[in-house]
C-alpha cells in the first residue's frame, strides 16, 4: 500500500485532535472529488507503517487517528489498513479511530468477508458514502456531501440498525 500523506496533528478531520493518514488508491473516482491524486495506488511513498506508529506513540496532544484516502477499505489496501489499526492500538489502547470511506456501510457488510468484518470491529466512528457533488454542502462539519453519514460504528453492529454519531 502507498501512502498519499499524513498530518501529525489535526482537527479537521474528526472530533479532537488527531493524526490523519491518506492512503493511496480508489476505486470511486467520484466527480469533484477533493483528492484527485489519491486516487492513484501508485501515487505517494510507500507505506512504512513503523515510521508512522512512532510519530504518533508519543505524541500525548492526540485522541485518536482518522484512515482516510484514497480509499481504505477497498481491496487492496484493507488488509494493511487493518494491520495498521491493530498496531495502532497497541501503542495507544484509547486511542479512538475513524475512518472515511466511498462504500456505505450496507455494501461493507454484504461483502460478508472476515477482513472486511474485523476491520469494522476495530473502527469507532465511520463516514461512510461516496462524495456526490449534486450534494455537496460546505457547511457540513467532517463530511463533504449529504449523502455521507457519520456512524458510530460499534452502536450500528450492536444495535443492527444505523446510528449516527453525534458530532
Ligand atoms: S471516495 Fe473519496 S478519494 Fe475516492 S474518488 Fe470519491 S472523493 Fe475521491
Redesign the pocket.
Known amino acids: 500500500m502507498n501512502m498519499a500523506g499524513f498530518y501529525d496533528e489535526s482537527i479537521s478531520n474528526g472530533v479532537g485532535w488527531r493524526a490523519v493518514l491518506f492512503v493511496s488508491g480508489?476505486?470511486?473516482?467520484?466527480p469533484?472529488?477533493?483528492?484527485?491524486v489519491?486516487?492513484d495506488y501508485n501515487y505517494g511513498q510507500k507505506f512504512d507503517k513503523q515510521a508512522i506508529i512512532d510519530r504518533i506513540c508519543d505524541n500525548s496532544i492526540l485522541k485518536g487517528i482518522t484512515i482516510?484516502?484514497?480509499?481504505p477499505l477497498c481491496k487492496e489496501n484493507i488488509p494493511e489498513v487493518l494491520d495498521f489499526i491493530k498496531e495502532v492500538k497497541k501503542v495507544r489502547p484509547n486511542f479512538n479511530v475513524w475512518c472515511?470511506?466511498?462504500y456505505t456501510l450496507e455494501q461493507l457488510e454484504e461483502r460478508k468477508d472476515d477482513v472486511t468484518d474485523e476491520t469494522l470491529k476495530n473502527i469507532d466512528v465511520l463516514v461512510d458514502g461516496?462524495?456526490m457533488e449534486e450534494k455537496k454542502n460546505p457547511t457540513l462539519k467532517f463530511k463533504?456531501s449529504e449523502n455521507q453519514r457519520i456512524l458510530d460504528i460499534q452502536e450500528c453492529l450492536r444495535e443492527h440498525k444505523l446510528v449516527e454519531y453525534k458530532v
Do not use: L
Open positions: 480508489c476505486p470511486h473516482h467520484c469533484g472529488c477533493h483528492n484527485v489519491a486516487q482516510s484516502g484514497g480509499e472515511y470511506t466511498g461516496r462524495f463533504g
